[in-house]
């Protein structure tokens, strides 16, 4: 059943951004919570221009207590909860300011949702909760046991215990996407799906491009549009399950650069290595056949259209400047 209005946090960012379009082309009524710290108004053009009246925005931190207030008066039936700081250095340098946020920002969140009749939260987690796992048990399946390396990681943990708590004790239901590292236009530097936008930028201006690290770490790129299509079929779906969400193939950090040299034309061109990063796992990729099973979900953009198509999306922006 199509809800009528929602709650999406952290609706100005990237992946936000794109949900509230796939939203409202859906004729859903779309509340956006953002405090603008890291998402921005620039993103939401396109929304802005297809809203019909549908699209309201709320500049709110969901640390603030009037979050709560907000959600009794907006009555949404689902809240998609992206809202996080998901930047693994800054959680490493800063761990209270990260448990600020994606911690009790959360808990404010699904607090105000069993209060005020909110019927489901989909939840926006990473393949930071997992940490190290060991080879043999990769790509990695829900079961696997959660040894987060990194203070982002440990936030993201807790809230899904906190789901299972809220939703034993209130009835509040949900669902947990674990996500790979997704990628895609209107992608900032953040994250370590960040690379892509980073590599791409300073490639096409012909600025050094720097890895940290051997480059030889691996991740599981997902692309944005895929994503999007997994927290869609997550309102009617999944109920109290936590998914992973990526295309079960990983790639060292090094082929990815050397991927993009080539889309962008700049094969050949050399990458600057730095200290990695404190905290950073080695590999990382996701079994996703519990999606399948539960979503009837299955990722369709293969890397090398996904990259032409963010290429192609800064070429675009930087022309219209």
Known sequence: MTPVRVMVTGGAGFIGSHLIERLLASGIEVDVVDDLSSGSLSNLATARSMRGGKLHFHQIDV???GVA????????EI????????????SMV????DADVNILGSLRILDASRRFGVQKVIFAASAGVYGFVPEDSMPIVEDVAHRPESNYGISKDTVLKYLEV??????????ALILANVYGPRQGARGEAGVVSVFARSLLEGRPTTIFGDGTQTRDFIYVDDVVDAFWRAMDAGDGTQLNIGTGDEISINDLYHKLTVVTGREGTLPIYAQGVTGEIKRSVLNARRAGWYLRWHPFTKLGDGLRSVVS???AEASAE
């Open 313 to 315: 999306w800064m070429e």
């Open 94 to 97: 800063d761990p209270m300011g």
């Open 69 to 76: 207030t907000l959600v009794e008066r907006r009555k949404p």
């Open 79 to 90: 809240v998609f909860h992206l809202a996080a700081r998901s930047d693994v250095r800054m």
């Open 63 to 65: 640390k603030d207590a």
């Open 166 to 175: 809220y939703r034993s004790n209130y009835d509040l239901e949900y669902t």
